[in-house]
């Protein structure tokens, strides 16, 4: 069982940066790919940002695309999310997840088996 716990998460005006971190303990955090989604009151979860094993390839939602940006620290196990020029519609429960690297990344939630609890982002307007 891989846990992960999400950390950053906060309330920023719009137009500011928040960083999420998403950290495990895990010793093979090396061979999983990492996820972002997120979740807004009354709809359904979304897919933000994926990054592959080696941290060679990222992938992001359309909406976010040139505002946020995925990384990944393998020597400290740790999956970021770094966001800038938050609007109001960013505003939701932001969790991270992981699955093995099996080639292509996943954009769907179904493709990841490991998730986090979650971290709350609200951007005021």
């Known amino acids: 069982q891989v846990q992960l716990v999400e950390s950053g998460g906060g309330l920023v005006q719009a137009g500011g940066s928040l960083r999420l971190s998403c950290a495990t303990s895990e010793r093979t955090f090396n061979t999983y790919d990492m996820g972002w989604f997120r979740q807004a009151p009354g709809k359904e979860r979304e897919f933000v940002a994926a990054i592959n094993w080696k941290g060679s390839t990222t992938y992001y939602a359309d909406s976010v695309k040139g505002r946020f940006t995925i990384s990944r620290d393998n020597v400290k196990n740790t999956v970021y999310l770094q966001m800038n020029s938050l609007k109001s519609e960013d505003t939701a429960v932001y969790y991270c997840?992981?699955?093995?690297?099996?080639?292509?990344?996943?954009?769907?939630?179904?493709?990841?088996?490991?998730w986090g609890q979650g971290t709350q982002v609200t951007v005021s307007s």
């Open positions: 997840a992981a699955r093995m690297g099996l080639g292509g990344l996943s954009y769907t939630s179904g493709g990841y088996k490991y």
